[in-house]
């Protein structure tokens, strides 16, 4: 049951990368340069203002003129938007509610596509008339041929924040706002490297899930995940679709501080770290003893994966690991 779970909410929720796209980025990546003292470069080169950029993956993506009713079918996309001082024309994400986004009231002006994250409709994205649409690859790749002649779509995927500030720049090159995608960079990187110099020596760990079964957040596969061995110590590795971590090999390792991500389906019926409190292994892990377990934003620590959302992770994450 929980390596359904693991595989469904992974895929359907959270939109790591999941067997469909082939691929995963290293697992140990992240964990091999924080051990080794690197500390993140904080120089960010030149945004040129462009018609046709690559990104992180290799997609081409080209519009006529910088767009300006972007449609987001992935909070990365919301993410990008506000970091770039701008605001999708539609979106199925709840990101932009968040206070440091744009706050519940202004969030809830802007309008929302039909069907969800899951299958939004086509009909509805269309008749914002987008210049742009972004969605997560995986997801909404089946997408494409419903959307083409009639507007741009953008397939993203990201598995680490390296591609999340590629992302970034591509977005700010084709809307022409260069020095805002700079200056959110430039912020990021210099927060990262700031959290690395002060990486603590206590264990963290990442979870989620919407009951008593629950998922491991690993680097290569959730991009906040990929944050944390630069931060503390995380001994999670990517074991694949099928793997994840039972409560034994969680409670062997001496969890200090423990992140939780309550996923929501529909109307939030409780958290997930009380239903996991009916597990007797749960009391016995350090961070639930000594009252280190933090319940976070789900809509930003697992779905955001931007800039911003990343940050937002940086900041609760390093204060909880003091």
């Not at 709840?94 to 206070?99: E, K, N, Q, R, S």
Request: aromatic share 6%.
């Amino acid at each position: 049951m929980a390596r359904t779970l693991r595989r469904w909410a992974a895929a359907a929720v959270l939109g790591t990368l999941i067997a469909g796209c082939g691929t995963t980025a290293p697992a140990d990546t992240a964990q091999k340069a924080a051990g080794e003292g690197r500390k993140t470069d904080v120089s960010v080169q030149p945004i040129t203002a462009a018609r046709q950029i690559t990104d992180p993956k290799g997609h081409k993506v080209t519009t006529k003129a910088p767009p300006r009713r972007i449609v987001c079918l992935v909070a990365l996309c919301d993410d990008m938007l506000a970091e770039l001082g701008l605001t999708p024309t539609a979106t199925n994400s709840a990101l932009l509610a968040h206070p440091k986004f744009l706050g519940k009231e202004k969030a809830a002006r802007i309008p929302v596509v039909p069907g969800g994250f899951i299958a939004p409709e086509t009909e509805a994205i269309l008749s914002h008339k987008p210049d742009l649409v972004i969605g997560l690859e995986d997801t909404h790749g089946k997408l494409a041929p419903a959307l083409d002649g009639a507007t741009v779509f953008w397939p993203v995927q990201p598995t680490r924040w390296q591609d999340s500030v590629g992302y970034l720049r591509g977005l700010a090159a084709l809307t022409g706002r260069t020095r805002q995608g700079e200056d959110a960079e430039r912020a990021f990187r210099a927060k990262l490297a700031a959290a690395e110099g002060r990486k603590s020596d206590k264990t963290a760990l990442i979870i989620f899930g919407s009951d008593e079964n629950f998922g491991v957040a690993t680097p290569g596969r959730d991009v906040a995940a990929g944050l944390m061995p630069s931060i503390a110590h995380y001994p999670w590795e990517n074991r694949g679709v099928e793997g994840t971590y039972s409560m034994e090999e969680i409670l062997a390792r001496d969890v200090d501080v423990l992140f939780v991500e309550t996923l929501s389906f529909g109307e939030p019926d409780g958290k997930l770290s009380e239903k996991l409190a009916g597990n007797p292994l749960w009391s016995r892990i350090p961070a639930v003893r000594n009252g280190a377990v933090h319940e976070v934003d789900a809509e930003v620590w697992a779905k955001g994966r931007g800039t911003r959302s990343l940050g937002i992770v940086l900041d609760e994450a390093t204060a909880a690991l003091k």
